[in-house]
């Protein structure tokens, strides 16, 4: 089977020829610390290759959701380590200036720019979703990753749409697109706080926020999505905490839910076979408001925050997964990462519906070896081997250089303040959009 065909076997809860080889997304700085644990450049450089990982998806090409023009960037005041800056988002923030661990961005947010109904007209100006660089390249671009407010990198993509469509619809590898969710988006223009007060002092603003931007996905995604076949839409809101989302049921009802309505149908009907919400945090009452009417499927499902796939899909039978794999059991001996490994398989063959894999970026404390051993442990598990006996040959483990050093939080904090980084990647590079 393709992976185009084992994704849609997967969404219909039928059992693929086998699951996918899909492990979870190392950091740089994790890359950086793996490189003192035996890992070699070309190794890095060939990560996916070396590991054996499937070819699993591709972009429809160029799709900016940030604001255009961007706001321009200014430092306001720097303090030691320290800086406070208004960003390409208009956001006020203060941030270390040398980040202990590279791709992991240490920030405060201090104000941000939508707090009246005048506010967000201007933010509207900034987003005109017919703008031609939106989903089109412009000749002598600067197409270097920039950051949103939640510190997440983007990197835009440098071919058009229309030049992808064969590419797109012929290919055995599914086709996905990840947006910014309501939440998220309103999140960025107004803060956490302030949203969070706006629900109750200002509901007509928040109502506009999010309908403006149902509307916004929907304008600009309308013709490139009336011509390419996309699989699996994710709608990225990261609106949970550890035990609950950061909207009651009550208010996710009455704001966002409707409009989750208007665009699952709308991505259905552009033969959309799967809408994804990616939200951090525990999932519990994002399922029990979206699904199955909003959103087909969540991710990455992070135990930490008391997510359990096993009910989840107990208690959402049409329920699609991914993630789940606790991260942290992966610091620790081979026996407790395989039990964990073990269960989570376990829970996809009884179920169906669900993709395990490490449920959040893979983080610099995880030793390469343990990563490594997880990766042919899931091979295995996925071809179907016996889930209480089956071991892996270790082959990937052999291919390492010498351990140098193993990583030292404590070690690359203080580095960090020092202006030093010691887990660093050449081939995996992190750069934050912030004045210098």
């Known amino acids: 089977m393709t992976s185009r065909e084992r994704f849609r076997k997967i969404i219909q809860h039928e059992m693929p ?36 990982q499937d070819a699993w998806a591709l972009s429809i090409g160029k799709t900016d959701f940030g604001p255009i023009p961007l706001f321009e960037e200014r430092v306001l005041e720097e303090r030691g380590n320290m800086r406070i800056w208004i960003d390409s988002w208009g956001v006020k923030r203060m941030d270390a200036i040398n980040q202990p661990t590279t791709g992991f961005a240490t920030r405060r947010y201090l104000d941000f720019p939508v707090k009246t109904p005048a506010d967000l007209e201007e933010m509207k100006v900034r987003f005109d979703p017919k703008t031609r660089e939106r989903l089109r390249p412009v000749e002598g671009e600067n197409l270097r990753p920039t950051l949103n407010p939640d510190g997440y ?205 490490v449920d959040h970026g893979v983080p610099p404390d995880i030793p390469l070896r343990n990563f490594l051993y997880m990766v042919e442990l899931i091979k295995g598990f996925a071809d179907g081997e016996d889930l209480d006996t089956f071991e892996p040959p270790c082959i990937l483990e052999k291919e390492l250089g010498p351990i140098e050093e193993m990583f030292d939080l404590r070690k690359a904090m203080e580095a960090g303040e020092r202006g030093e980084r010691i887990y660093t990647s050449s081939a995996h590079p992190w750069r934050p959009s912030l004045p210098r």
């Open 17 to 52: 020829d086998r699951l996918p080889y899909l492990f979870g997304s190392p950091r740089e700085s994790t890359f950086g610390a793996w490189r003192k644990q035996g890992l070699t450049e070309e190794q890095e450089g060939k990560w996916e290759e070396f590991i054996g």
């Open 153 to 357: 990198r983007i990197t835009q993509e440098t071919t058009y749409w229309k030049e992808r469509i064969e590419l797109c619809n012929t290919s055995d590898r599914l086709v996905s697109l990840s947006v910014p969710g309501l939440y998220w988006t309103a999140r960025d223009w107004a803060g956490f706080e302030g949203l969070s007060l706006m629900v109750y002092d200002q509901p007509n603003l928040v109502h506009e926020m999010m309908e403006y931007w149902t509307w916004f996905i929907m304008e600009m995604l309308d013709e490139p999505l009336s011509h390419i076949k996309v699989d699996q839409v994710t709608i990225n809101e990261d609106m949970a905490y550890k035990t609950a989302s950061m909207l009651s049921p009550a208010h996710m009802r009455e704001f966002m839910l409707p409009r989750y309505e208007r665009l699952n149908r709308f991505f259905k009907e552009k033969g959309v076979e799967c809408v994804v919400m990616d939200s951090d945090g525990h999932l519990g009452q994002t399922l029990e408001v979206f699904h199955p009417t909003g959103i087909d499927g969540v991710t990455p499902l992070e135990i930490a925050a008391n997510n359990d796939p096993e009910l989840y899909l107990r208690k959402h039978p049409r329920l699609f997964i991914s993630g789940g794999i606790d991260k942290r059991e992966l610091r620790f001996s081979p026996e407790q990462l395989r039990a964990e490994v073990a269960q989570r398989y376990r829970t996809a063959r009884k179920y169906g519906g669900y993709i395990p894999m």
